[in-house]
C-alpha cells in the first residue's frame, strides 16, 4: 500500500497548493474505527483490538511522534556508533546491520504517558502532555540484532556507562526552545541486557511510522526509550543527558525529589476491549482484555458489579496476557474494572502525568436485546 505522501514523493510532486495544508506527521492511514488522532500522535481504540491476536498489526498500531515521521533512504541510511565507550567505531550500512547475528521477541511498547487522562477524570489532577486513554500501547514481534551485539564489535569498555541513541526525525522545538533530535540516554546494564536494534516488525520491513530502516526496541521500559529513527549511537564512560531525561519522563511533584526521579521500568495496566462508553445489548457476552506489565502479569480479576471482583481466564501468555470472562449483562449502567496483579486504585500523581497505573473504571452501557 502506498500512503498519499509516497505517492506525492514518487510523482516527484514539488507544487504546493495555494492555501498551505500542514504536513501530516503521521504515513499510514488512520481510520477513525482504528485509532483516536491526538495532535502528531494516534492512539489505537480498544474496541479495535477485539478480533486481534497477540500481535498488534501495524495497521492498528500507536503512532508517538514528536514531530512527524520522516521518510528515509535506506540506501545511504548509516548507524553510527561511537564515543568514549568504544574502542573501534563503527559505521554500518542496512546491509551490514541485516548481517549480523539476530534474534526476535515479542515485546510491547507503550508510551510513559498511557493513561495519562484517567490522572483528571478519575483523580481530578491536572497534568500536563497527551490526553491519552488506554491505547498508547501496543505488542508486535521485532526482529534485529541484539544491542549488546553491536556495542562488542564495537570494541565497548568495561568502564562505558551509558549509550545515547539519536533519532533522525526532524528536531524538537517546543515553546520556541529547540531541543534537538529526539534522543534519551540508556544505561549500559541495559543495552547489553534485552535491548534491540530492529529492523522487521510483525515479520516485515519496519513501517516507516515505526522507525523505518531501524529503532531501539528497549522491552519494559517507557516508550522514549525505543528510540525510531535510529542514526547514531554515542556510548560514553561518563553519563549522557538530554532534556528526554533531565526535564521529560521524570516523576515530578510534591511527593518526588526536587529534581524528580526518572523513568525508566513501566508500570502493570490492563484493558477491555470495548469502546469508552460502549452500549451492548444485555445477556450473556464474554468480556475480553489484555494486561500486561514490565515482567508479565500473573493474573487478572474483573469486577462488573462495583463490588466483586472474580479472576478472568488468561488466553496467551506472549509480549502482554490477553484475558476473558463471561458476563451475564443486565440492562443498565454499568462500570467495569480490572485489575492485573497489585494494580492500586490510585496512582501517585506527578505533574506530567506518568506511569498512570491505577485500576480505570470503564463505564458501559447495557440494553434490552
Ligand atoms: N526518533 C524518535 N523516536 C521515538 C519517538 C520520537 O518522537 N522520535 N517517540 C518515542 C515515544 S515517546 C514512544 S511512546 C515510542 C512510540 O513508538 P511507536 O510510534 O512506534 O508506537 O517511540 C519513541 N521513539
Ligand atoms: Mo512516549
Redesign the pocket.
Known amino acids: 500500500m502506498i500512503s498519499r505522501r509516497g505517492v506525492l514523493i514518487a510523482a516527484g510532486l514539488t507544487v504546493l497548493p495555494s492555501r498551505a495544508v500542514a504536513a501530516p506527521s503521521i504515513v499510514k492511514p488512520l481510520p477513525a474505527s482504528d485509532f483516536i488522532v491526538r495532535g502528531t500522535n494516534a492512539e489505537t481504540r480498544w474496541e479495535a483490538l477485539r478480533d486481534v491476536g497477540s500481535l498488534v498489526p501495524v495497521s492498528k498500531?500507536?503512532?508517538?511522534?514528536?514531530?512527524s515521521t520522516p521518510v528515509l533512504d535506506a540506501a545511504s541510511w548509516r548507524l553510527e556508533i561511537f564515543g568514549s565507550g568504544v574502542t573501534r567505531p563503527l559505521s554500518l550500512s542496512l546491509r551490514d546491520l541485516r548481517a549480523l547475528p539476530s534474534c526476535s521477541v515479542e515485546a510491547v511498547?507503550?508510551?510513559a504517558g498511557n493513561g495519562r487522562s484517567f490522572f483528571t477524570s478519575q483523580q481530578g489532577q491536572s497534568v500536563a502532555g497527551t490526553p491519552w486513554t488506554l491505547g498508547?500501547v501496543?505488542n508486535a514481534r521485532w526482529r534485529g540484532v541484539p544491542l549488546g551485539v553491536l556495542l562488542r564489535l564495537a570494541g565497548l569498555r568495561r568502564s562505558a556507562v551509558d549509550v545515547l541513541p539519536v533519532?533522525l526525525?526532524p528536531e524538537y522545538v517546543t515553546g520556541g526552545v529547540n531541543l534537538g533530535r529526539?534522543r534519551r540516554p540508556l544505561p549500559v546494564s541495559k543495552a547489553l541486557d534485552d535491548v534491540l536494534v530492529a529492523y522487521e516488525m510483525n515479520g516485515a520491513d519496519l513501517p516507516v511510522?515505526?522507525?523505518y530502516p531501524a529503532r531501539l526496541v528497549v522491552p519494559g521500559w517507557a516508550?522514549?526509550a525505543?528510540?525510531?529513527?535510529l542514526g547514531s549511537l554515542e556510548v560514553s564512560t561518563t553519563p549522557l543527558h538530554s532534556p528526554w531525561d533531565t526535564d521529560f519522563y521524570r516523576l515530578l511533584g510534591p511527593s518526588y525529589p526536587a529534581d524528580g526521579t526518572l523513568v525508566t521500568s513501566q508500570v502493570t495496566k490492563s484493558a477491555v476491549e470495548l469502546g469508552w462508553g460502549a452500549t451492548l445489548p444485555a445477556g450473556r457476552r464474554l468480556l475480553t482484555g489484555r494486561a500486561w506489565g514490565p515482567a508479565g502479569v500473573r493474573w487478572v480479576s474483573v469486577s462488573t458489579d462495583g463490588r466483586t471482583w472474580r479472576r478472568a481466564t488468561p488466553v496467551s501468555r506472549d509480549g502482554w496476557t490477553r484475558w476473558r470472562i463471561p458476563w451475564l449483562a443486565t440492562p443498565g449502567e454499568h462500570v467495569l474494572r480490572v485489575r492485573a496483579d497489585d494494580q492500586p486504585e490510585v496512582a501517585p500523581y506527578n505533574t506530567q502525568g506518568y506511569l498512570f497505573g491505577a485500576v480505570v473504571r470503564h463505564p458501559v452501557t447495557v440494553v434490552r436485546s
Open positions: 498500531f500507536f503512532v508517538r511522534n514528536h514531530t511498547i507503550e508510551c498508547a501496543g533519532g526525525d529526539v511510522d515505526h522507525g516508550g522514549i525505543s528510540i525510531k529513527w
